[in-house]
């Protein structure tokens, strides 16, 4: 080319107009969620309130643990300092035990405050991560754990579930909170150290109201440790052993040498939680929980809060876990990839959380509150790997379907809720009205009305073995019964023995479901199984006393010793 043409080359190359990139469906709703940001929280703000107040419920939940909280705040309540709760995590209890002192045992107002916990959960997500995160992976996330059934009826019940979510949310804001701080003014421990002494608190607080959450230890020290800043780890670790080793010499001194992972332990390293003689688990069994809790809660359960599976129909699809399994281990790739150390946070936190669940617990247990509360954090890992995926330059033409991903979980999800909500209207109706059984099942109506009998016909010093002690009590404002959860023994002598041991006179003989949905021959059998071969080899000891109902009857037995 001849030096006059490429100046004329040149010359129409510089009086082009600069090259402008399209903006992407992305660009725009992501710019569109930050301009609208405070205007659509307020909005989720008030449709939470208002679905949670819809959704409020004034039973005592069949699941039992909540009543047992509640059983033993009233415990600490009239015995703080010769009671000390091990079954699980002792804090909720003791939480519950100042509004019993200051109350007394009014279900309203537990629940209530269950309720303002379970808001400001959302307050403080939102407060932590809407500069963290894409918008557009966050609102959505935002939108559907505020409609979501399931939260929604946690809000109301007195589970732990809505006070650890609130301290869950409350440590992820601090935390980040420290990470903003050492980013813009040093890692200085002198200006610092109150906020590693917060999150020291708030780690033990965590960790005193669920004990799986000890692992949380665990996964913010990977994240630690995988971005090198190990004089961190060791603040976090002394932040949290000089709340925690205080602790536990106030309660050596106070409640003696009680250990609250004991119970469970026990228990969990039990092939079977409720039959010993099944003996105890190998190696290779805590592999094979692994891979049956990852199935069950991953292809059924997940689908099931969020609303695409029907509660306790227990289909499970190894084909369905696979899948998402995948897609969260791209999300572990992607998001360690992307340097972001906010997703980094939320991943090893909410992994160690739920992968050690997964291990130690039996499938037997599998049940919605156990991932629950790390819901929202795995709606952030996957919408991340789809956001990932659509946000490729050769794929942006198909943005849409991200967005039609989100649309259908919510209308699922939304369906689910509306659902929830017309048949919770008339239950909460009746019971405001006075009736008090009203919403519950034939099995748990003759269960409660047979408690309720027991605790206004029976002698003051009788006690009355049965299934669900705790629900018994706070039905029937009555502490004589005594709960018998596994078979102890088909031994007719060695049964005696045990009810004799414990001063048991009566045992309350029920037929609750095994799956609350619908009524078969599967029912909690421990205490059938005890009676039964007391009843072949000495019937003169077993006296019928009365009973309740005809389908799914509970039964009361007098044993003569």
């Not at 006070?163 to 909170?177: A, D, N, P, T, V």
């Not at 003996?279 to 592999?287: A, C, D, P």
């Not at 979980?409 to 059984?437: E, H, M, R, S, W």
């Not at 409660?448 to 018994?472: F, G, Q």
């Amino acid at each position: 080319m001849k030096p006059a043409d490429k100046a004329k080359l040149k010359a129409k190359k510089s009086k082009q107009s600069p090259i402008v990139l399209k903006k992407t469906l992305f660009d725009k709703t992501e710019k569109w969620f930050f301009e609208k940001q405070k205007v659509l929280f307020i909005s989720i703000s008030i449709i939470f309130i208002l679905l949670s107040l819809l959704m409020f419920s004034m039973r005592i939940s069949e699941g039992g643990d909540d009543a047992t909280y509640i059983q033993a705040g009233y415990n600490y309540s009239k015995h703080f300092f010769s009671y000390y709760f091990t079954f699980q995590a002792a804090l909720y209890p003791m939480f519950l035990g100042l509004i019993i002192k200051i109350f007394g045992i009014n279900l309203f107002i537990m629940k209530f405050i269950s309720l303002f916990f379970s808001y400001f959960h959302i307050y403080f997500f939102y407060k932590a991560l809407k500069n963290k995160i894409s918008l557009i992976i966050f609102f959505p996330v935002l939108i559907i754990i505020s409609t979501n059934a399931f939260i929604l009826f946690f809000a109301s019940q007195t589970y732990n579930e809505a006070f650890f979510l609130f301290f869950q949310s409350l440590f992820i804001y601090f935390f980040i909170r420290l990470e903003d701080n050492i980013e813009n003014k040093g890692d200085s421990l002198k200006l610092n150290y109150k906020l590693w002494l917060l999150i020291g608190l708030l780690a033990f607080v965590l960790t005193m109201t669920k004990n799986i959450a000890i692992t949380l230890i665990l996964g913010i020290g990977i994240y630690l440790i995988i971005n090198k800043r190990y004089l961190h780890l060791i603040y976090f670790i002394c932040s949290f052993l000089l709340i925690r080793i205080p602790f536990e010499l106030f309660k050596t001194l106070i409640w003696g040498n009680l250990n609250q992972f004991n119970a469970q332990t026990s228990i969990l390293l039990q092939v079977h939680p409720y039959d010993k003689s099944k003996g105890m688990e190998s190696i290779g069994g805590f592999f094979i929980r692994f891979v049956d809790n990852c199935q069950v809660y991953l292809s059924d359960i997940l689908f099931q809060i969020l609303g695409f599976k029907k509660e306790f129909t227990n289909v499970e699809s190894p084909t369905l876990a696979i899948v998402i399994v995948l897609i969260i281990i791209i999300g572990i790739f992607l998001i360690i990839k992307s340097k972001n150390k906010t997703l980094e946070l939320l991943l090893f936190y909410s992994a160690s959380i739920i992968g050690i669940s997964f291990i130690v617990l039996q499938k037997i247990w599998s049940q919605h509150r156990t991932i629950l509360i790390e819901i929202p954090f795995m709606l952030i890992i996957i919408f991340f790997v789809f956001y990932k995926l659509f946000n490729k330059k050769s794929l942006s033409g198909f943005q849409f379907l991200y967005f039609a991903m989100i649309i259908i979980i919510f209308i699922v999800g939304i369906a689910l809720t509306t659902k929830k909500i017309k048949q919770n209207i008339p239950i909460i109706t009746n019971n405001i009205k006075g009736d008090k059984y009203y919403g519950y099942t034939p099995d748990w109506k003759n269960y409660l009305l047979m408690s309720d009998w027991c605790a206004h016909n029976l002698k003051e010093n009788d006690k009355i073995a049965c299934r669900k002690p705790s629900v018994s009590f706070l039905f029937s404002n009555c502490d004589k019964f005594y709960g018998v959860f596994e078979n102890k023994t088909s031994n007719a002598d060695s049964a005696l023995a045990f009810f004799k041991k414990n001063q048991v006179t009566h045992i309350l003989i029920s037929s609750l479901r095994l799956n609350p949905a619908m009524p078969t021959l599967n029912i909690y059998n421990s205490l059938q199984r005890m009676l039964y071969p007391i009843a072949l080899k000495y019937p003169n000891k077993i006296q019928f006393v009365t009973q309740f109902g005809e389908e799914e009857a509970s039964y009361l037995y007098k044993i003569n010793y």
